[in-house]
T-cell receptor
Framework: DAKTTQPTSMDCAEGRAANLPCNHS???????VYWYRQIHSQGPQYIIH???NNETNEMASLIITEDRKSSTLILPHATLRDTAVYYC????????????????FGQGTILTVHP | DGGITQSPKYLFRKEGQNVTLSCEQN?????MYWYRQDPGQGLRLIYY???????QKGDIAEGYSVSREKKESFPLTVTSAQKNPTAFYLC????????????FGPGTRLTVL
């Protein structure tokens, strides 16, 4: 799996957009970008994923650069409840039989949303 | 209410005792996973099961054992052979038809005294 690099921590004001970057310069053609988040002392929560086109759902938007070497997760109107650790994961859709779902969670970005 | 149940939320055991952590799901997902998380760290995969009666070791399986006798249940036993068992343990399922979209339970925080 391609390695990802994320900033250790970021701050955001409540109501403003939170833009979380992720570098994945060694990503290969069959690898998707996944984002999860983990609120303190809870299990991680799936947010969004994409291959090369920008994606949007009810939680967030994912912008992937044309060369696919980096991406940005956007929370359009951050709230205090969005304070969490955000994980960027790169993973092939097909990694062979029993390898499905073997995700590697790094240390992620600690996002703090303040009033 | 559909979801993943892990109980209890907090568990205390004496050193040298085996302990079994429960994970139950009613999402009808085939695949289930166990992760371990240490303070300030990401998640590490212990064991996973793609289907009933089958499971594979993850990256840190030593000192742990699992069973998958029913689709709904994937219990994890932390044995006395696990050198540093105190951690936050998370169970997850993978949505059928999805390759990497996982749903996580609330976790069990195990403390070995």
């Amino acid at each position: 799996d391609a390695k990802t690099t994320q900033p250790t921590s970021m701050d955001c004001a409540e109501g403003r957009a939170a833009n979380l970057p992720c570098n994945h310069s060694t990503i290969s053609g069959n690898e998707y970008v996944y984002w999860y988040r983990q609120i303190h002392s809870q299990g991680p929560q799936y947010i969004i994923h994409g291959l090369k086109n920008n994606e949007t759902n009810e939680m967030a938007s994912l912008i992937i650069t044309e060369d696919r070497k980096s991406s940005t997760l956007i929370l359009p109107h951050a709230t205090l409840r969005d304070t969490a650790v955000y994980y960027c994961i790169v993973r092939a859709v097909y990694a062979g039989g029993t390898s499905y779902g073997k995700l590697t969670f790094g240390q992620g970005t600690i996002l703090t949303v303040h009033p | 209410d559909g979801g993943i149940t892990q109980s209890p939320k907090y568990l205390f055991r004496k050193e040298g005792q085996n302990v079994t952590l429960s994970c139950e799901q009613n999402l009808n997902h085939d695949a289930m996973y166990w992760y371990r998380q240490d303070p300030g760290q990401g998640l590490r995969l212990i064991y996973y099961s793609q289907i009933v009666n089958d499971f594979q070791k993850g990256d840190i399986a030593e000192g742990y054992s699992v069973s998958r006798e029913k689709k709904e249940s994937f219990p994890l036993t932390v044995t006395s052979a696990q050198k540093n068992p105190t951690a936050f343990y998370l169970c997850a399922t993978r949505r059928t038809g999805s390759y990497n979209e996982q749903f996580f339970g609330p976790g069990t925080r195990l403390t070995v005294l």
